[in-house]
């Protein structure tokens, strides 16, 4: 599988055309999907049209960026003007926007062709892609077994060969556990880092917009076209325009890592901790210094983050009524009536169970007991993290404690579904960056993933660790 540097050096070079790439890439779509399921929207004709006016333009002698006339695609809770988002649900199957989500301007202004719009669980709720209101997305390293969610589909689609890379939204975990599942690269950014203008929100002060790649190298490259300060996101950090490559290359020699040793006790896979302790010594072994550290509160950071979620979840979602936004029933005989069967008819039974939870941490005589000491434990675990950051450049642990489940295996425990996020979800609760890569298989041959973090704003520093890593890594041996 190619990388976005190999696939813009050969079109520079007139190796290959844009056009002739993407009908390449839409071919191996049509090809895969049978199979996969990754995509619930396919764009052929819009990503050819993109494909030739990058031709055209590079044709004319324009320098273009790297990303341009490069294939890839797009999680469906991101906006697309003129183009269906659907965020994988019945409330919203026919929504067409009327403008892009910001990341979609600045990769279409970066030259980039996009395939279509990805399968992911319901509006982002859910770890394995089977809460999709459409079909499921399998695991292409396993097709028996899920990709992992929200993001399943755009992780699925990358390790399939299906786009180069593709853009998906991290709120717990949701693209760093897909990336785990299937062996590809995700990043959760510093919130702030990227605009979340057009992302249809889960919860707003969780949720993030991530690169996933098939390396560390092209994750650094879409991150730096997509982040930036947005005037219409007032949550986007006033930073500036970033190279986040600038670091790969430079080793890890006098880094500090933290390994907290709650990420490595009960309920982790033998082969998962043995892979990412291997990450550990690899790291020592460039030069960098690994020590064990304590997370006191990752216990607590599992309920915390259900409760802050849920709750920013059932305030969100409660515009989908069947009057200003989304589908409508199509009989009722009250306001009351309409707002029950559209919501009942059209959310599935995991959103429903969000809202629901939500609702009730929000209500009279529950707010202090369940969401203001969430709220507390969010503050105790950012300043934890803090700690660990004072004395640690990196903190490195596991992304899940298991390799990707078999489909159907976990849809009728949602809390076992859940706790498959005890690793990722503290990361979203502080606000800080955190990056999966692939670090070796399983017996059954399954991907598994270890996970970096660093303090808010070291995206770079991310990159530069995880490409040593990666240069170690066997993971491709067996590709």
Same mark, same amino acid.
């Given at each position: ?10 079109? /520079? ?8 790439? $993407? ?113 499921? $997305? ?93 005037? /219409? ?108 069967? $559209? /919501? ?33 434990? /969010? ?101």
């Amino acid at each position: 599988m190619k990388t976005i540097r190999e696939w813009g050096e050969a079109l /520079r070079a007139r190796e290959v055309s844009s056009e002739e790439l $993407t009908r390449g890439f839409l071919a191996r779509v049509e090809e895969k999907e049978p199979e996969i399921g990754a995509f619930l929207t396919v764009t052929a004709e819009g990503a050819l049209r993109a494909a030739r006016s990058v031709d055209a333009r590079r044709g004319a002698g324009e320098d273009l960026p790297l990303l341009a006339g490069i294939p890839m695609a797009l999680k469906d809770n991101l906006c697309t003007r003129g183009v269906r988002t659907t965020c994988a649900s019945r409330m919203l199957a026919d929504f067409v926007p009327t403008y892009d989500a910001t990341v979609v301007s600045r990769l279409s202004a970066a030259g980039a062709v996009m395939l279509g719009k990805l399968n992911m669980d319901e509006f982002a709720m859910g770890s394995s892609t089977e809460n999709s209101a459409f079909h499921p $997305t399998r695991n292409p390293a396993d097709t028996s077994r899920v990709p992992g969610g929200s993001s399943g589909g755009s992780a699925a689609a990358v390790a399939a060969g299906e786009a180069v890379y593709a853009l998906g939204s991290d709120t717990g975990g949701s693209i760093r556990q897909p990336a785990a599942f299937c062996g590809v690269v995700g990043l959760k950014p510093t919130y702030g880092r990227v605009s979340r203008y057009g992302l249809v929100a889960f919860a707003s002060s969780l949720d993030q917009v991530g690169p996933i790649t098939s390396c560390v190298a092209d994750n650094a490259a879409v991150l730096s076209a997509v982040a930036g300060q947005d005037p /219409r996101d007032a949550t986007s950090a006033p930073r500036p325009a970033e190279d986040f490559s600038r670091w790969i290359g430079r080793g890890v020699r006098g880094f500090r890592v933290a390994l907290p040793r709650e990420f490595f006790g009960e309920g982790l896979d033998a082969e998962v901790k043995a892979a990412v302790l291997a990450s550990a010594r690899q790291l020592e072994a460039a030069g960098a210094v690994v020590e064990e550290v304590s997370l006191p509160s990752l216990a607590a950071a599992l309920p915390a983050y259900y409760v802050l979620s849920s709750a920013e979840a059932s305030s969100n979602l409660a515009r989908f009524d069947g009057v200003r936004f989304g589908s409508r029933a199509a009989e009722f005989e009250s306001i009351g009536e309409l707002y029950c069967r $559209t /919501r009942t008819e059209f959310f599935g039974e995991e959103v429903k169970r969000r809202i629901l939870l939500g609702t009730f941490a929000l209500s009279a005589g529950y707010y202090d007991a369940y969401y203001k000491k969430a709220l507390q434990m /969010r503050t105790r675990i950012a300043a934890e993290y803090e700690k660990i950051f004072a004395s640690h450049d990196l903190i490195l642990s596991p992304v899940a404690p298991t390799t990707a489940y078999r489909l159907g295996e976990k849809t009728a425990d949602p809390m076992q579904m859940y706790l498959g996020d005890i690793y990722t979800v503290p990361v979203n609760i502080a606000g800080i960056p955190a990056l999966s890569l692939p670090c070796g298989r399983d017996a059954a041959g399954l991907p598994i993933g270890v996970q970096l973090m660093g303090p808010k704003w070291s995206e770079a520093r991310l990159y530069q660790a995880a490409a040593v890593l990666e240069e170690g890594s066997a993971y491709h041996e067996k590709d």
